[in-house]
T-cell receptor, first 113, second 115 residues
Framework: QQQVKQSPQSLIVQKGGISIINCAYE??????FPWYQQFPGKGPALLIA?????SEKKEGRFTISFNKSAKQFSLHIMDSQPGDSATYFC????????????FGTGTRLTVIP | DAGVIQSPRHEVTEMGQEVTLRCKPI?????LFWYRQTMMRGLELLIY????????DSGMPEDRFSAKMPNASFSTLKIQPSEPRDSAVYFC?????????????FGSGTRLTVV
């Protein structure tokens, strides 16, 4: 059973456009929601993370929007650049005594020059 | 800090052979995770350790897989005997205890091909 559902599976965006990736979860015990970025041949790297006490977090061109009531969160990449082309994973974890992250299935983003 | 170090980077082996993947976590990180990544199944958690103790191995596919963490600076994932369906990229990750605060740091992975 997928704890975190991610969409779309792939995304193609023009340079300068906005990339939006969505995730949903069911477990209300989750209280930490990171996004990871993975380039080919590399391991995933932490990009940005949010806790449910805020509805939005911005770091440079990357913004997480969080909707606690809908149990959804999304990553927005403003002014997308070809260098942003990578696979993005959302994830979630909670204070359940275990500290393992549950990952979404990933979104392959391609930014066209 | 050298980050999480995995070896080998690539491994090609014949079906039935034993394969051992190695991981050195970041010093001071006391949680260690082994993941498998495939196109079909994405990132799958195989097992994780806290303070060298296995906490959850429910993701280990079958008895052919085993993992150890003899000390805080070293872990191994062993597959014996290996099968073609084990072909994947295997990642090790570490974190300070409580990923809720810091997240994980992943290694560069070991690409395993079983022929």
């Amino acid at each position: 059973q997928q704890q975190v559902k991610q969409s779309p599976q792939s995304l193609i965006v023009q340079k300068g456009g906005i990339s939006i990736i969505n995730c949903a979860y069911e477990n209300t015990a989750f209280d930490y929601f990171p996004w990871y970025q993975q380039f080919p041949g590399k391991g995933p790297a932490l990009l940005i993370a949010i806790r449910p006490d805020v509805s939005e977090k911005k770091e440079g061109r990357f913004t997480i929007s969080f909707n606690k009531s809908a149990k959804q969160f999304s990553l927005h990449i403003m002014d997308s650049q070809p260098g942003d082309s990578a696979t993005y994973f959302c994830a979630a974890s909670g204070q359940t005594g275990a500290n393992n992250l549950f990952f979404g299935t990933g979104t392959r983003l391609t930014v066209i020059p | 800090d050298a980050g999480v170090i995995q070896s080998p980077r690539h491994e090609v082996t014949e079906m039935g052979q034993e394969v051992t993947l190695r991981c050195k976590p970041i010093s001071g990180h006391n949680s260690l995770f082994w993941y498998r990544q495939t196109m079909m199944r994405g990132l799958e958690l195989l097992i994780y350790f806290n303070n060298n103790v296995p906490i959850d191995d429910s993701g280990m596919p079958e008895d052919r897989f085993s993992a150890k963490m003899p000390n805080a600076s070293f872990s191994t994932l062993k597959i014996q005997p290996s099968e073609p369906r084990d072909s994947a990229v295997y990642f090790c990750a570490s974190s300070p205890q409580g990923a809720t605060n810091y997240g994980y740091t992943f290694g560069s992975g070991t690409r395993l091909t079983v022929v």
